[in-house]
């Protein structure tokens, strides 16, 4: 038995793309142009840790990565920007914001973030990545 990620993909790339400052939110990641404040869900990884009763009990890991072009302003307000955006993604996950009806709850011990560089179609972007681990619901998501 296995958990079905789209709809909480889909609710996550549809709030994602309604906060202020994203330009667009994608399911993976962009190997084309993209527009300042693009965002993108990546799937990570996933882990069994516990059953209960009849079901195992899922942990799933998705990096939420924000790309800024590098060169068009300058640094400290790219960097006061991915910042910003930060501490909003994490006040909405570890606040009201639903994953969805098969997502138990987030796991903020896990969520970790980083930040680096990265060249598409010859544009240099700053990144953000967000690592967010959530617990999968078994009665919502398994049938015996």
């Known amino acids: 038995m296995s958990s079905n990620n789209r709809l909480t993909w889909i609710n996550m790339r549809d709030k994602l793309a309604a906060m202020g400052g994203v330009a667009s939110a994608v399911l993976g990641e962009p190997k084309s142009k993209m527009q300042n ?21 899922e942990i799933h890991t998705v990096t939420l990565r924000r790309y800024e072009n590098a060169l068009q302003f300058p640094e400290d307000v790219i ?3 991915l910042d910003a955006w930060r501490a909003d993604i994490c006040e909405d996950i570890f606040g009201d914001f639903d994953l969805g009806g098969t997502i138990a709850y987030v796991l903020p011990a896990s969520t970790s973030w980083q930040y680096g560089y990265v060249t598409v179609e010859n544009i240099l972007y700053r990144f953000l990545d967000i690592s967010i681990s959530y617990r999968v619901d078994p009665t919502a998501t398994f049938a015996a």
């Open 37 to 57: 404040g693009t965002v993108s869900i990546i799937p990570e990884a996933g882990s069994v840790d516990e059953t209960v009763l009849n079901a195992p009990r």
């Open 79 to 81: 960097e006061f920007t």
